[in-house]
C-alpha cells in the first residue's frame, strides 16, 4: 500500500498525529539514511517509507491517513565502525526515542543484537533483521478531559511521600477488580486511594513507570525485571500495567490513575531512569538510541570509543552533555508535567546527570536547563544523590531548588537503633534535618528526604528479622545485593516462635517509624513497610514479580497493630507544624531591643542528657551515650495562619533509647511551664497512643521511644 509523503515539519520530535494524517520526525546527526516501518495491529510490517527530508540532523515526513494507534519503527542507516563509535544498522528496527506508547515485548531470540552473535565479535555487523524481535512505537492522539483536575500542591515542608510499586502494590488486592490488580487503574481504585488516605501519605513515589524491558539473562531464568530500572522508552507509560491493552490505552489509564490521586489530594511523583538505557554495553542489543546515533546519545571512552563509560554499572550512560540528549530529557520531564500532570520526579543515580567531562558538578548544563525551565519551577524534584563512578557520592551537594535522598540519614538511623557507639552527634543531626548537609547552601530542612528502607534493600521487617541477606531466588548464588545490615543479635533469622523476640522486632519497627516521622525534613516510607511486608531476607527484589514483593493485604494482629501506629503517628506529624518546620531550629539566647535592653529569647530546640542536664560538647561523641531528649520549642514557632498570625504549636520532648538497659530520665520544664504528656510510647504494644501524664521522672525502657507534649 503506497502513501502520500509530504516534507511535514522537524518539531515535534516523534509522532504527532492530528485528523488529515501523522508527522514524524527523529534526530540522527550521522545517518544517511531514515526509513520509516509501518506495521498492522500484530506486528506485521505492511509498508516502508524512506524520510527525504531533513533539518539541522532531524528527518521528518508527513504522511496522509496514519491515525492513533498505528504501529511504527524506524531504520537508520549509516556507517558500521563500531571502534570510532558508530554503529548504524539498517538491518535493525528501531524503537522512536520519542514514543509515547510502545506496544509488545523483546524476543531475545530473535536477531535484535547489531553485531554477529554466533562469532562474538562486536565489531562485526549482523545482516539479518530484527524487526520480528523489536517492540513497536504507537502513535497516540489521546484527547483527554483534565478540565476538574487540581494539582494538590502539598509543599514539601508537609509532604509525606509513600514510595510504591504499581503492580505489586494491589495485584494480591482483594478489595480491587481481578481485572484492574496490578494496573494503573487499580493503584487509582477507589479502594486503595482510601488505603492512602487512612495511612495519611501526602504522595506516592512509583517505581519506574517508563516503559522499560526485560533483561536477557533474567528471562534465561525464567525471571523478569520487576523494579523496572530498563527503560526503553522515556515518554510512554509501562504497558505490563495498563488494563487497558498496550496500543495506546495505557495512556489514558495513567492520565486517569494521576487525575484519581488528585481528587483524593495525593501527588504523583516518578522515580525517572534518565542515567542509562535498556541497551548495556558494547555486547548489548540494539533496540533504539544505539542504532539511531550511537555517538550522541551515549558517552563512549574517549581513547576507545567502541567502548562505552559507565557510571551506572549498567554497561552505559546516557551522553547529558550533548544538547540532544539534554533536549530529550527536558522534552520527556515536560511531557509528564504538562500532559500527564505528574507532580514531580525523583532521578536514579541522579550524579551521573551532573557529570561534565568526569566530575560532578554544579554547574553542569543539566542543573543549568532544569533552573530555568519554567515548566519544571514549580515541581519537586529529588535526587539519588549518587552514582557508582568515582566521586558519585554526593549526598548534600546538590544546588538549590533540589531536594535529596539523604543516605547519611538512613545509615546513622540504623546504627544509632542497633545501638552502636558514637552515634549520638550524627543522629542529632539527621533528627533535626541535617543542617550540617543543606544549611549552608541555601537549602531548608525539606531538601532532606529521611527514609530508612527504600525498594533498594531490606524491608523494615526484615531489617529487624535478618543478620543476613538471602537472595537465593535471584540465581546469583547469594552473591548480589549490598552487606547493608550488620548483626542485630536478635536471635534466629526470620520467622519465630520466640515471643520475647518478635516483641522486640515489632518495637524495632515501632522505633524506626517514629523516628522517621517525628524527623525534621521530609519522611519517605517504604511501600509495605507499615504492614511489616517481607521478602524473606531477600535484600534485592529487583528480578522478583511473585509473592515475594506483592503486598500481603492478609494481615495478622501484629501487622494490624503496625498499620494502626503508622497511620497515627504520620497524623500526628501532619497535625503540628512544630514536627515539620521549614527553617532550621536556632541557638537563640537575648535579643537587644530598641530601648537597649535584652530580652531573653528560648532556642528552637535543646538537647538533654537523662540527668536533666543539656548535653555538654564533649558528650557527643562518646561512645556510652545511647539515650537522649531532643526539646522542641512549640512558641519559638514561626509559621504563620491564613491570617497572617504566628502559630504557638504544642512543645514536644522526644526520648530515645538504644541501649538495651532501660534507663531514668529527668525531665526538663516545658517552655509553656506546663505539665508534660505522654503521647507516644513505643514498648505500649497495646496502647503506644495513651495519653499519660508525667512529672519529674520517668523510666525510658531498653530501646524504646517516648514522645512527650506540653499540650
Known sequence: MSRTLLPGKPYPLGSTACKKGTNFAIFSEGATRVDLCLYDPDGNEIECVTLREHTAFVWHGFINGIKAGQLYNFRVDGPWDPTNGYRFNYNKTLVDPYAKAISGKVDWKAPIFPYDLASGDPTKMDTQDSAAGVPKSVVIHDPFDWSSDCRPETPLADSVIYEVHVKGFSHRNPAVPENLRGTYAGLAHESSIEYFKQLGVTAVELLPIHHFIDEGHLVDKNLSDYWGYNTLGYFAPMSRYSSSGDQGGQVTEFKQMVKSLHAAGIEVILDVVYNHTCEGNHMGPMLSWKGVCNTTYYRLMQDDPQFYMDYTGTGNSLNVRNPQVLKMIMDSLRYWVTHMHVDGFRFDLAATLARELHDVSKLSSFFDTIHQDPTLAEVKLIAEPWDVGEGGYQVGQFPVLWAEWNGKYRDTVRRFWKGDGGQLSDFAYRLTGSSDLYKFDGRKPYASINFVTAHDGFTLCDLVSYNEKHNEANGDNNSDGANDNESWNMGAEGPTDDAEVNTLRERQMRNFLSTLMLSQGVPMLAGGDEVARSQRGNNNCYCQDNELTWFDWDLDDSRKRLHDFTCQIIQLRRAHPNLHRRKFFQDREVRKKEDGSLVRLDKDA??????????????????????????????????????????????????????????????????????????????????????????????????????????
Request: proline letters at 5%; zero cysteines.
Open 606 to 711: 535543646s538537647w538533654f542528657h537523662p540527668d536533666g542536664n543539656e548535653v555538654s560538647d564533649e558528650a557527643w561523641n562518646a561512645e556510652w551515650s545511647r539515650a537522649i531528649a531532643l526539646l522542641l520549642n512549640g512558641r519559638t514557632l514561626q509559621v504563620s495562619d491564613e491570617n497572617g498570625a504566628w502559630v504557638i504549636d504544642d512543645s514536644f520532648l522526644l526520648l530515645v533509647n538504644a541501649a538495651h538497659e532501660g534507663v531514668e530520665l529527668t525531665l526538663p520544664e516545658s517552655p509553656s511551664k506546663k505539665t508534660w504528656s505522654q503521647v507516644v510510647d513505643t514498648e505500649n504494644i497495646e496502647e503506644p497512643f495513651a495519653k499519660i501524664p508525667v512529672n519529674g521522672k520517668l523510666i525510658l525502657g531498653g530501646r524504646s521511644l517516648k514522645l512527650l507534649s506540653d499540650g
